[in-house]
Structure formats: structure tokens, C-alpha cells
């Protein structure tokens, strides 16, 4: 696959991993300082499509390894994700139970240890991943689209209210699944439409602003989680995510998305702690006191903070944070396997 082809997979990565920031930084600070400002409208207009695009995009290439040998996809698809859950877990429950940790060392334990079976904070989207990945292999001979309309209808009958609450993974499943699986089985397609958009600018930024006033307002009256419409939403959002990142690569341009879009998961697995930082900062000293532009500046931080602590640590001892040491790979190859390759196309 030559590069034109698949350059536009980064920017729509980077637009995802900061819509992603985006909503934590904002609806966290919302809460903190009890108030809401216009970046809470842009997170709104964003909810119905924000993960269907991260999710699409993780599953884009799946189809080059999931026939592969069943210990190199373990390798990498599930001791690779196990590695860095555990470890950013480990580091983001000893950040945030700090005081907890001198007092009740065993409570922490406990808290580090429900979170293995109960993903709960900001890394469950890698948790899901590992999941998705395993059950996919499973199904691998079942016809595409059996799957592919089982997965619709779950995600329908989750947002009907058919799915009783019971495990939070298995209702994530429901939830995202159908969007993975479309990345997996319809990659041919996704990359097509990619290809006609680099090919008409005009026609798919008039479908794009078309797109936006439909999005916007189904949003605003409340119907983006009605049953049938979301997934929809989603669909369309998924594809005028892609359908922006093909036009910023045809043009060049929004480097930074790109890059963000590079080093995805380094800013994933990262940006809670400063996200955090910046968001009590602020909170206490009221330096910024417009809620939305406050929001924005920590969405900002949130993202370079990650950037800036990879560039430093990358060539140094501490590049085990980012990149799998050899010892944690079950087939003892000698190279490192950088974090970012985890989320989104790792086999272009």
C-alpha cells in the first residue's frame, strides 16, 4: 500500500486521540469549577461520533495479521496491550492514590487489582482493545456480514435499553463493536472513500458541511443516543472524520494533528496526569475565568505534556514507559515494539 494512501490514517488518529482529551479535559473541569462554556458544546456536537472513529480506525488493518500465527498475534495483539495497561495502571493508581498508599497500602491493591476485571479509568479504551482483538480472532470464519448485522443490532438494542447493566467490558462491546468489526471487514471501503475525497475536494467539503448541520442538530434536540439514529450518527461521523484527514493530507497540512496522530497512544496512555495538573491549577488559582477558554488550555497542555516527556525519554532508560522491552515479548525478538504502533494501522 504506497504512502499517499494511508498518510490521511494519522491525521484522522490525531483528530480522534484529541477529541478524546478534549471531552476528558473539559467535562472533568465542568465539573470541578461547577459551570459550562463553549467547548462543552463542541464535546456535545463530537459525542456521536468521537470513539465509532477511534474504534473503526483501531480495527483498519486487522486483516493483515488476524490469519497470521496465532503466537505472534498473541504477542501482539494481546501481551503488547496487556504490557501497557498494567504498567500505566500501576503508575496513574500510585499518582492518584498517593495519599491512600502511606496509610492503606492493601486498599490500594484492591483498587489496582478490581481495575484488571473492572476498567474504570481513562485506559479502559486500551483494556477493550486487548478484548475486541481476542474475540475477532475467535470469529475470524463467521461471514462478515452475519457478524457485522449481530453487532449492529447489539449496538441498537444498547442504546434501546434492551442490555440489562451487568459488565462494563461486555456493554462496551456492545456498545463499539459494530464500528471495529467495520474497520476490520470493510477496510477496502474505507480506503476508497479516502481515495474519492483526495480525488473531490469541492463535492466532500459541500457532503462535510451538510454532514455538520444534520450532526449538529439531531445532537441539539437530543436524539444522538436514540436507538438506530446513533449508530447512524456514527457511521457518518466515522466517515467525515476520514474524510477530513484525507483532505489535510492531500493539502498538507495540520502537521501537529498528524503527528499527534503519530505518537496517538503516547499521548493516551499520558495525558491524565497532566490533564489533572492543569485542571486544579486552574481550578484553585482562577487564572483563566471563562470555563471554555480555561478548557481549551487544558486540552492544549494535556496534549503537548505527553509529546514533550517522549521526545525527552525516548533515547533514555525510561523509554520502557513507550516502547515493550524485548523480556515482555513471547517471541524474544531483540527489537522493541514502540507503544504507538498499538493503536490504530500497526502493519503499514
Known amino acids: 500500500?504506497?504512502?499517499?494512501?494511508?498518510?490521511?490514517?494519522?491525521?484522522?488518529?490525531?483528530?480522534?486521540?484529541?477529541?478524546?482529551?478534549?471531552?476528558?479535559?473539559?467535562?472533568?473541569?465542568?465539573?470541578?469549577?461547577?459551570?459550562?462554556?463553549?467547548?462543552?458544546?463542541?464535546?456535545?456536537?463530537?459525542?456521536?461520533?468521537?470513539?465509532?472513529?477511534?474504534?473503526?480506525?483501531?480495527?483498519?488493518?486487522?486483516?493483515?495479521?488476524?490469519?497470521?500465527?496465532l503466537v505472534d498475534y498473541i504477542d501482539r495483539k494481546v501481551v503488547h496491550f496487556a504490557y501497557f495497561y498494567l504498567l500505566w495502571l500501576g503508575l496513574q493508581t500510585v499518582a492518584f492514590e498517593a495519599d491512600l498508599l502511606l496509610s492503606d497500602p492493601a486498599g490500594v491493591g484492591l483498587i489496582f487489582l478490581k481495575q484488571l476485571v473492572f476498567p474504570a479509568s481513562s485506559l479502559w479504551f486500551i483494556h477493550q482493545l486487548l478484548f475486541l482483538y481476542v474475540v475477532t480472532r475467535l470469529i475470524a470464519r463467521v461471514p462478515v456480514l452475519a457478524v457485522f448485522a449481530l453487532a449492529a443490532l447489539a449496538h441498537i438494542a444498547f442504546y434501546a435499553g434492551w442490555i440489562a447493566p451487568s459488565w462494563s467490558v461486555t456493554e462496551r462491546f456492545a456498545n463499539w463493536y459494530v464500528f471495529f468489526f467495520a474497520g476490520y471487514a470493510f477496510a477496502p471501503l474505507v480506503f476508497r472513500i479516502a481515495d474519492a475525497v483526495r480525488g473531490h475536494g469541492m463535492v466532500a467539503v459541500s457532503a462535510l458541511a451538510v454532514w455538520a448541520i444534520w450532526n449538529a442538530q439531531l445532537v441539539s434536540v437530543g436524539l444522538g443516543d436514540a436507538p438506530v439514529i446513533s449508530l447512524v450518527l456514527g457511521f457518518a461521523g466515522a466517515f467525515a472524520i476520514v474524510s477530513v484527514a484525507s483532505l489535510l493530507a492531500r493539502f498538507d497540512i495540520g502537521n501537529a494533528i498528524r503527528y499527534a496522530g503519530k505518537h496517538s497512544i503516547v499521548i493516551y496512555l499520558t495525558f491524565f496526569i497532566p490533564m489533572k495538573v492543569a485542571q486544579k491549577g486552574l481550578a484553585m488559582t482562577g487564572l483563566i475565568p471563562d470555563v471554555g477558554w480555561a478548557s481549551l488550555s487544558i486540552l492544549l497542555f494535556a496534549l503537548a505534556a505527553p509529546l514533550v516527556l517522549h521526545f525527552v525519554i525516548r533515547k533514555t532508560p525510561l523509554a520502557f514507559l513507550y516502547e515493550r522491552p524485548a523480556m515482555f515479548r513471547i517471541n524474544n525478538a531483540k527489537t522493541p515494539r514502540p507503544a504507538k504502533d498499538t493503536i490504530g494501522p500497526v502493519e503499514a
Not at 20 to 47: Q, R
Request: contains cysteine; proline residues 4%; charged residues 15%.
Open 1 to 69: 500500500m504506497t504512502k499517499h494512501r494511508i498518510d490521511w490514517v494519522d491525521y484522522g488518529k490525531g483528530i480522534c486521540i484529541i477529541l478524546v482529551v478534549m471531552m476528558h479535559s473539559t467535562l472533568n473541569y465542568g465539573e470541578m469549577v461547577g459551570g459550562t462554556g463553549w467547548m462543552h458544546d463542541v464535546v456535545a456536537f463530537a459525542k456521536p461520533f468521537r470513539m465509532p472513529d477511534f474504534f473503526l480506525i483501531a480495527g483498519l488493518f486487522l486483516s493483515r495479521s488476524i490469519n497470521g500465527p
